[in-house]
C-alpha cells in the first residue's frame, strides 16, 4: 500500500491508519480485531481460483504526483456466509463514517435484492 515504502506522506499514513482500522473486519478474524496482532494470517475459504488473494492496484493518473493505492479484498474468501460478509462489510462503512454504513441504506439494499 505504501509502494515499499516510497509512498510515506500525510495521505498514505492516513490511508494505512483506515486499513488496519477496518482489516479484522475484512478478512474477518476476531483475534486481530480483538488483540491487534497484525501478524497473523487467516485462511481462504476456496483457495487457487480466480478470485484467490488480495489484490493490490497502483492507479497512476496524469496530473497526480502521488499514485493511488488500492487494495481489493474477495470478501467470500474470508467469511462463512453472505450474511457474515454483509454484516462485516456494513461495519467496515459504519468505520469509514461512509452514509450507507451509517443510516442502513447497504443492509436495506442488500435485502431488497435476495
Known amino acids: 500500500m505504501t509502494l515499499g515504502g516510497r509512498l510515506d506522506g500525510p495521505v498514505s499514513r492516513k490511508r494505512m491508519e483506515l486499513l488496519e482500522s477496518i482489516w479484522p473486519?475484512?478478512?474477518?478474524?476476531p483475534?486481530?480485531?480483538t488483540t491487534g496482532d497484525e501478524t497473523?494470517?487467516?485462511?481462504?475459504?476456496?483457495?487457487?481460483?480466480?478470485f484467490s488473494g488480495l489484490m493490490c492496484v497502483a492507479e497512476v493518473s496524469v496530473g497526480q504526483e502521488i499514485p493511488d493505492t488500492k487494495l481489493?479484498?474477495?470478501?467470500?474468501q474470508y467469511n462463512?456466509?453472505?450474511i457474515e460478509?454483509?454484516?462485516?462489510?456494513?461495519?467496515?462503512l459504519q468505520k469509514l463514517g461512509?452514509?450507507?454504513g451509517l443510516n442502513g441504506k447497504y443492509s436495506s439494499t442488500m435485502a431488497s435484492i435476495l
Not at 72 to 76: A, D, K, Q
Not at 85 to 92: D, I
Open 31 to 33: 483475534v486481530v480485531l
Open 72 to 76: 481489493y479484498v474477495p470478501l467470500f
Open 98 to 100: 461512509m452514509e450507507w
Open 40 to 50: 497473523r494470517t487467516t485462511t481462504e475459504r476456496a483457495p487457487g481460483n480466480g
Open 80 to 82: 462463512d456466509s453472505a
Open 25 to 29: 473486519l475484512l478478512v474477518n478474524d
Open 85 to 92: 460478509a454483509e454484516r462485516n462489510f456494513e461495519l467496515v
